[in-house]
């Protein structure tokens, strides 16, 4: 079969020439469908991208691609009802939890934070054996257990420590039993353990809505006392700050945080979102509010980037949303630790 050979326009950077067998040129002259064409690449010349109308045509494509790909990933999860749900409880409790973490680092409770977690189970497991809403244990059985450990500390004369020891193992240990005997509960062991978010009822949005608003109102309108008692409880008891009324306070916000949370990262995980952001916030800024308002930022960030993780990766939801905030953990310390090193350097 005879060929003929057509120079390709001398801007384009891969193609010097095209040949088209004979036959091949009438039939894409007459149908749409063209016939297979042979390329002869050769790099004789310079060219130039900028000037070939055929790549600005295919930076074109490429970038309408990656634009509708990008799009894409980030509008289709909340085609879905249960995303939309899930999103709105995450950024709660990656809001929530730093802004009480802040306090629980200060008075150094992460212990108890854990303790308190693993503790609720019980509660938990009572509630879905009757067929309510886990709610309905978790809080009453949060509160208790906080208020049982800060009587415990405050008046019976027994070491925080060994309290939210023996109060942890037993009644996490207490909470398994109950779950291992009930039969027909609507959850896994593992969904209780590393949270599931994306199986979020608009009943627990509301429920998590009315929590969060009731933390925050209490933050709000206690925050300077509570500063004040964590960082000198001594001088504060001197003015007349009621500081022991204000531990169990703090000690209640601690498990209305943690039930909050409970649904999205699970009881093992709780502590992570609990600390973690509330940590790297203040290894960035020095002052307390900016480092909870800080804090609350990448506790968001961190739980909107660990669901879309989730979503796309099929992976769950609680170990994701810690892991990113571990992420940003890291990145601050190395940022702060830059920055400490320069100016080091700056004053040597």
């Known amino acids: 079969m005879s060929s003929e050979t057509k120079d390709a326009p001398s801007c384009c950077p891969l193609t010097t020439s095209i040949t088209l067998p004979t036959a091949a040129t009438s039939v894409c002259a007459s149908t749409t469908m063209c016939a297979p064409v042979e390329l002869r690449v050769t790099s004789s010349q310079p060219r130039f991208w900028k000037n070939c109308t055929d790549h600005t045509a295919w930076r074109r494509f490429t970038e309408g691609f990656w634009m509708d790909t990008i799009a894409e990933a980030f509008v289709t999860p909340f085609q879905y009802s249960f995303m939309v749900r899930a999103l709105i409880v995450s950024v709660i409790v990656g809001i929530m939890c730093p802004v009480v973490g802040a306090y629980v680092i200060t008075r150094g409770l992460g212990f108890m934070g854990d303790a308190l977690a693993h503790a609720v189970i019980p509660g938990m497991a ?66 209780i353990l590393l949270g599931q978010v994306l199986g979020t009822s608009r009943s627990d949005v509301l429920v998590t809505l009315g929590l969060a608003t009731g933390v925050l109102a209490l933050v709000w309108a206690l925050h300077k006392e509570l500063v004040f008692a964590s960082f000198d409880p001594t001088g504060a008891s001197v003015i007349g700050i009621p500081t022991q009324a204000l531990d169990y306070i703090l000690l ?97």
């Open 252 to 348: 209640v916000l601690l498990a209305l945080v943690i039930v909050i949370a409970l649904q999205a990262v699970g009881v093992v995980l709780v502590i992570s979102m609990l600390i973690t952001p509330a940590a790297a916030a203040q290894l960035l800024v020095r002052n307390f509010t900016q480092a909870m308002l800080v804090g609350a930022a990448i506790g968001a960030l961190s739980a909107i980037i660990g669901l879309y993780l989730s979503f796309h990766y099929n992976l769950p939801s609680g170990p994701a949303m810690a892991l990113v905030a571990m992420g940003f953990f890291i990145l601050a310390a190395a940022y702060a630790k830059g920055i400490s090193g320069a100016l080091g350097k700056k004053a040597a």
């Open 126 to 191: 009572l509630a879905f054996m009757l067929g309510f809403s886990p709610f309905v244990g978790i809080v009453p059985a949060a509160i208790a257990v906080a208020l049982l450990i800060g009587y415990l500390t405050m008046r019976a004369g027994v070491s925080e420590d060994t309290s939210i020891g023996i109060l942890f193992a037993g009644l996490f240990a207490l909470g398994l039993v109950m779950l291992t005997m009930a039969r027909g509960i609507p959850v896994s062991l593992e969904d």
